[in-house]
């Protein structure tokens, strides 16, 4: 079933309707059809926007590794990793645009620039971040290697000022102490990487898999578990990442911020927080991975469908926490322990949905291009995979 | 659209303005777009509660747009409280009754023309006093403001039976100082140096302009001591909160006395020259020391001797206030606690006395002679009030509001009208208030689907609401003290939005299908004429400023004498009497002194509690609750919620935030509880509000609980109130919400 | 250009809210928005209890991080101080709600963040706006800081004030009376 691409334009198709109905809703009811209040105004939305640009990072990330950084073994990936770039960029794009109370004033972001504002530099970066990627991608298409690999570095270079930006909206927020300092930039960036080896090795098996029973050979296996292996840093990584974030929360009592991460530990977030953020996103796909035989594509395969759906309940534990404790303007007032939050079916849908477009998009790109790449002329020190000397022969 | 909530861009007055006001309409514009409306200003009084605050109402292109307080009406002055501007904006509301309507099954109704409401109703209405005599009819309302109306048909017909709210309200307090003073004072806030406000939330029931006297009184020094069971909102601005186990104020009062008395305290000349009854009151009370009343009412005896000294020591510029609704129809002895409220008043000397009690200015209005004189012979009240045998001692005109059905069932009652008055909830035991529909006709002249027009009324005919109709003037008075009289309009500033009518058209209407065609045969404006005659303001003035003060007649910190310089007030010696007249008849001691609580929470039952109730400051009990205005308060700041406090709470393994049933032999209810250190542990407390059982008015309906539903009607033997905070129930965790 | 300010007297609040209802009717506010609110504080423990009240509202930094925060200056500051938002510009990101430490700021149906404006049109004409004309207790008063004369300075002098969450850095232009 996995590997019939009919069943994934289905599943597409599915998930796009389910969309559709969502964004129709949240279009015509607004906020009331969402989960957010005047007290947590950030609602889901926000944090499926950050799973996809943090997605898109990282693919970008990761197919640095190959053509911008020469790791051989990565650079077949190339095409795969930023056509999945621009799609999770632009579904990031759409869920935020439903996010956002009128979409279309974003003209004045042009006219009218504060750039004091992190959400400014989000909107000029992004959109550089974007228009970079396109022009990689097309002479990745045209096996332009040394054009690729200076729009690749261009890339590289404004992925990581978009995305650390990112964390930057949330670190500037000083009235949320759970947000505020230099964490979350750097922890976006890091936790990218994550998700971008995570992802990659998802697709990547899975497209090896639909591409051999239509009788194409699609280099798989090898960066299947070389994708494993990264996984297990980024992981490593994240889990460093989480300790730190957790124990400094403890230690100090600071208001909001002990909060925060007591509302994950022992409040109305920790299940999500144990079962999914640490068990789904941390614990088991590494347990998968470094157990032996760990690097078999099947199981990273499984880890990273572990690590991606851990991953994305990690940005809304990430939106929420930060959110959720009442701010105290007056100190000793009657407030709750925790303002309410939800995420409605019109949000679940908006973000099924830019799942469903991210798959139909990138189907739609395998049948439109040749996604393998050319090995690169100078330095073959490594043999090219057999898939490309198939293809080459083909 | 992005600006939905700026409505005056949809009317049409505004075609060119809007023309010139971009897509959106940023805040700058604001102004400029405000700027060119057409905004009316109209003078007229609030009808948020009872007390009848002159305001203005801004009219932009013909809709309400806001209110705000008359300048010169006293009780305003420029200032209005929350309801004050939620029940304006409510004009606009759901619930209102769109035009005449007849009843075609329990809680249905279909409309009816009024000519043809008109017509049944006065075909039944003459068949019925054929029948059964006029003295049937029984005119039932919440106070005052219909009577003008009712009147002259009261009269024709030969009905004694002209009842108001009043008695689940305050009749104990105006009977007792009907009896013992002649009349009422009021507290001059703004001169006093000590103010007791005990069972009287004046920051709940307010008068804004009386706030405004207390807080600047407050920040001159005075002292103002809060004795309540709960932490009222007046509390939160006194110097000195002391809780008091409910239904014992009289203990406190009568040892307050004591220690006037007892230390030689009290202003002797005074009570000398101004006071009759004197030594029998001592003589009765002798033993009331604050050691007796701290086992009755929890206050340490140095608490209350600190107190009566404090109150002797700033006398005359201190006085508890007189109060309404607080603890004067809450027990077996309200009356006499009111008693005690002229006494200690009296012991401090300070009636007719700048910061202690002085008169309200007087008015003499004109009166408008009707043409239809023709009286019939009145039989007994149905009620029984001020009858020998029966409520003796029961002011007849106020009246016993709650016993209505037993008067239908007896037979004395056949008909009734009621005017602005919703016995079904803010009377005791619906059930019972249910079975007034027994009477063979019931009118219902409401505003609003209340639930007594809703599950009692054959014909629901709507009044015009009040920003609708114009009305007689009025002499503004009473609650605070002012120098100088004024009289109040209250005016038309909408066009009604329904097919309703003012009172006055509606008893026209219904009179003349009786066959009376003179009764009414006049406008306001022929009444109004008649009566600005002799106060020098032509209706026009009047019109125009809505509140004008009178510069005659203002009143002076003199007791009254007469031309022997002899005490002059309306009372049998003409003095401040100490014993009642009235309350001598039957064997009844007119002279108060201790009489316990008719029921007390068992201390050893971790879950009993007296309840009791009180006004939220944004709610006229439960006039407004069907008011979305008023509700969004409500449901923002936790309204409907029951207070308990903490160590009861814990006790009973109760958290703040929990639903909690609430249980008497009448009804069991669950609302959730707010856990406070701010309330008296043998009680918890509602707010009077809520409870709303009519499914027409979609906003009250099943919001929170009301302490009626608690209560059986019984009637307390002086003043005939309702007793409403003589019941114990049982609070106990869950219940669905 | 004057430099307005707001003095609350929170000790004479008593919590009848007609501030909120006031400026609701007076803005033609939507159902759902409040632009001013109450804060409830218990403290002691009974029969020795009492309740505080704080009136809230947007407080009109000299640091406003909402402004800072926006990305189109939607939100602005005016040169007398008020800080005022153009509702066109504005894309509806919410970053100011997350970015105001007071809670100030509430969406309505056209899913615009809105706040408390300070009547400019009434401060300008030397009245009071709603939410202080119509409070019986005189909780509210706003004038002009940068006129020694005013009567806000004036009570300024008489009385110690504090300011809410002065440790973000945003310097509010409301001053709350300090009582013991």
Redesign the interface.
């Known amino acids: 079933m996995l590997t019939n691409h009919k069943f994934w334009y289905a599943v597409s198709g599915a998930l796009i309707l389910f969309g559709a109905a969502g964004a129709l809703n949240i279009i015509i009811h607004?906020?009331h059809s969402m989960g957010?209040s005047?007290?947590v105004?950030?609602g889901a939305l926000i944090a499926g926007y950050v799973f996809f640009v943090v997605s898109s990072t990282g693919l970008s990330l990761v197919a640095a590794l190959g053509h911008v950084f020469h790791m051989k073994r990565f650079e077949p990936l190339a095409k795969r990793a930023v056509l999945g770039s621009i799609i999770t960029l632009l579904m990031g794009f759409i869920v935020i645009g439903l996010?956002?109370?009128?979409?279309f004033?974003?003209i004045?972001?042009l006219f009218?620039?504060?750039f004091?504002?992190?959400?400014?530099w989000?909107?000029l970066l992004y959109g550089i971040y974007l228009v970079l990627l396109v022009f990689e991608f097309i002479f990745l298409l045209k096996d332009d290697h040394k054009k690729s690999r200076l729009f690749g570095i261009l890339v590289l270079i404004s992925a990581i000022a978009a995305h650390s930006n990112l964390g930057a909206?949330f670190g500037?927020?000083?009235?949320?102490s759970y947000w505020t300092g230099p964490y979350m930039s750097i922890y976006f960036i890091l936790s990218a990487l994550l998700s971008g080896a995570a992802l990659l090795a998802f697709m990547y098996f899975l497209v090896s898999k639909v591409k051999r029973t239509e009788d194409m050979q699609v280099e798989g296996s090898h960066i299947v578990s070389h994708l494993g292996k990264l996984m297990v840093l980024f992981l490593s990584i994240t889990v460093f990442f989480t300790v730190w974030k957790i124990l400094t929360g403890v230690y100090g009592a600071v208001p909001g911020k002990h909060d925060g991460i007591m509302a994950l530990l022992a409040g109305p977030l920790s299940f999500q927080f144990y079962f999914f953020e640490l068990g789904f996103g941390m614990i088991i796909p590494l347990l998968i991975l470094t157990l032996p035989g760990g690097f078999k594509p099947a199981r990273v395969f499984a880890a990273a469908a572990f690590a991606l759906v851990g991953i994305f309940v990690m940005r809304i534990d990430l939106v929420f926490a930060?959110?959720m404790i009442p701010?105290e303007?007056?100190k000793?007032?009657?407030?709750p322990q925790f303002r309410d939050w939800t995420i409605t079916w019109a949000e679940w849908g908006v973000m099924a949905g830019a799942i469903g477009g991210a798959v139909l998009l990138y189907l739609m790109g395998e049948r439109k291009w040749n996604l393998e790449t050319a090995p690169h002329e100078e330095g073959e020190d490594e043999k090219a995979p057999v898939s490309v000397q198939l293809a080459k022969k083909a | 659209m992005k600006m939905k909530r700026r409505s005056f861009l949809k009317a049409g007055a505004v075609t060119a303005a809007a023309a010139a006001i971009p897509f959106k309409l940023s805040i700058s514009d604001f102004k400029e777009a405000a700027e060119n409306e057409d905004v009316k200003r109209i003078a007229t009084t609030c009808n948020g509660c009872a007390s009848m605050c002159g305001i203005y109402a801004y009219m932009k292109n013909g809709r309400l747009w806001r209110v705000e307080g008359h300048p010169v009406h006293l009780k305003s002055k420029g200032r209005l409280c929350a309801r004050g501007h939620g029940m304006a904006a409510d004009l606009y509301g759901k619930g209102r009754v769109p035009g005449p309507m007849k009843k075609i099954s329990e809680g249905e109704f279909e409309p009816i023309s009024w000519d043809q409401a008109f017509k049944e109703i006065g075909e039944k209405l003459n068949k019925i006093n054929e029948e059964h005599g006029g003295n049937s009819f029984l005119w039932l309302e919440h106070g005052v403001r219909g009577k003008r109306y009712a009147d002259p048909l009261l009269d024709r017909i030969g009905s004694s039976n002209y009842i108001t709210h009043y008695s689940t309200c305050f009749s104990s307090k105006t009977n007792a100082w009907q009896q013992m003073v002649g009349g009422m004072l009021n507290g001059d806030h703004a001169h006093a140096k000590y103010m007791i406000f005990e069972g009287r939330n004046f920051a709940g029931g307010i008068i804004p302009n009386g706030m405004n006297q207390i807080t600047k009184a407050k920040e001159n020094g005075a002292k103002i001591v809060v004795i309540d069971p709960k932490y009222s909102e007046i509390a939160k601005i006194a110097d000195d909160w002391i809780p008091i186990r409910p239904g014992s104020d009289l203990a406190l009062r009568l040892a307050m006395a004591h220690v006037m008395i007892s230390e030689n305290l009290y202003d002797k000349a005074f009570v000398k020259k101004y006071v009759d009854g004197f030594d029998d009151y001592w003589h009765e009370n002798k033993d009331k020391t604050p050691e007796w009343a701290e086992e009755l009412t929890g206050i340490p005896a140095d608490k209350i001797r600190e107190i009566s000294r404090e109150f002797a020591a700033n006398a005359p510029e201190a006085f508890m206030e007189p109060g309404w609704h607080g603890l004067h129809c809450h027990y077996i002895n309200s009356t006499q606690t009111a008693q005690m409220g002229v006494i200690l008043n009296a012991l401090a000397g300070n009636f007719y006395k700048r910061g202690g009690l002085m008169p309200s200015a007087n008015v003499d209005f004109g009166e408008y002679l009707h043409k239809d004189i023709v009286e019939t012979e009145k039989g007994q009240r149905a009620d029984g009030a001020g009858i020998e045998g029966q409520y003796m001692t029961v002011e007849p005109g106020r009246g016993i509001s709650h016993t209505v059905p037993d008067m239908i069932a007896d037979g004395k009652i056949k008909s009734v009208f009621i005017y602005h008055f919703n016995p079904l909830r803010t009377a005791p035991d619906p059930e019972y208030q249910k079975k007034i529909k027994e009477a063979e006709l019931v009118v219902s002249i409401p505003v609003d689907w209340n639930e007594t027009s809703v599950y009692t009324a054959d014909y629901i005919l709507p009044e015009s609401y009040y920003l609708e109709r114009t009305e007689v003037p009025t002499a503004v008075s009473g609650h605070i003290s002012h120098d100088y009289p004024q009289i109040s309009i209250r005016q038309q500033a909408a066009e009604p939005l329904h097919d309703t009518k003012p009172l006055i058209d509606i008893m026209r209407g219904v009179t003349k299908a009786m066959g009376y065609n003179a009764l009414y045969d006049f406008t306001v404006d022929d009444e109004m004429k008649a009566m600005l005659e002799p106060v020098g303001v032509s209706p026009e003035q009047l019109k125009e400023a809505g509140t004008v003060e009178l510069q005659t007649s203002a009143v002076k910190p003199e007791f009254p004498v007469n031309m022997q310089g002899k005490p002059a007030l309306g009372t049998y010696t003409g003095k401040i009497q100490f014993s009642a007249e009235l309350f001598r008849i039957d064997g009844k001691k007119g002279i108060p002194t201790w009489i316990p609580p008719k029921v007390e929470p068992d201390r050893s039952k971790a879950d009993q509690f007296r309840l009791i109730h009180g006004k939220q400051p944004y709610h006229s009990h439960h006039v407004t609750s069907n008011n979305p205005h008023l509700v969004k308060i409500t449901e923002k700041y936790n309204g409907t919620a029951v207070w308990m406090n903490s160590e009861r709470a814990e006790k009973l393994g109760i958290k703040d935030g929990d639903q909690v049933t609430i249980a008497s032999d009448l009804a069991t209810k669950s609302i959730p509880v707010k856990v406070t250190e701010l309330i008296h542990p043998e009680c918890v407390w509602i707010s009077s509000a809520y409870g709303g059982f009519s499914d027409k008015l979609q906003t009250s309906y099943n919001l929170g609980v009301n302490y009626n539903d608690f209560i059986p009607a019984m009637v307390e033997p002086y003043s005939g109130t309702t007793m409403s905070q003589e019941v114990v129930v049982t609070v106990s965790k869950g219940g669905e919400a | 250009m004057a430099r307005y300010g707001l003095l609350i007297d929170a000790s004479k609040c008593t919590g009848c809210h007609a501030c909120s209802i006031a400026c609701s009717m007076y803005n033609e506010l939507e159902e759902e928005v409040t632009y001013n609110r109450l804060e409830f504080i218990e403290r002691g423990k009974y029969p020795n209890a009492v309740m505080e009240i704080v009136p809230l509202q947007c407080m009109h930094c000299d640091n406003p991080p909402c402004a800072t925060v926006c990305p189109t200056n939607a939100t602005f500051k005016r040169e007398d101080g008020i800080v005022s938002i153009d509702e066109n510009k504005c894309i509806g990101c919410k970053y100011c709600m997350t970015a105001c430490p007071y809670d100030a700021r509430q969406l309505n149906e056209s899913r615009i963040p809105e706040k408390c404006r300070w009547c400019p049109e009434m401060l300008e004409a030397g009245k009071q706006p709603a939410c202080s004309s119509t409070c019986m207790n005189e909780v509210r008063l706003f004038g002009k800081l940068d006129d020694p004369d005013s009567e806000i300075n004036k009570k300024m002098a008489q009385h110690e004030v504090s300011q809410l969450v002065t440790e973000k850095g945003t310097k509010p232009r409301i001053y709350y009376i300090k009582r013991k």
């Open positions: 607004g906020e957010t005047n007290y105004p950030w996010e956002l109370g009128s979409p004033s974003m004045h972001i009218s620039p504060n004091q504002s992190a959400i400014f989000m909107g909206v500037f927020l000083v009235a949320r930060g959110q701010l303007p007056v000793g007032a009657l407030l």
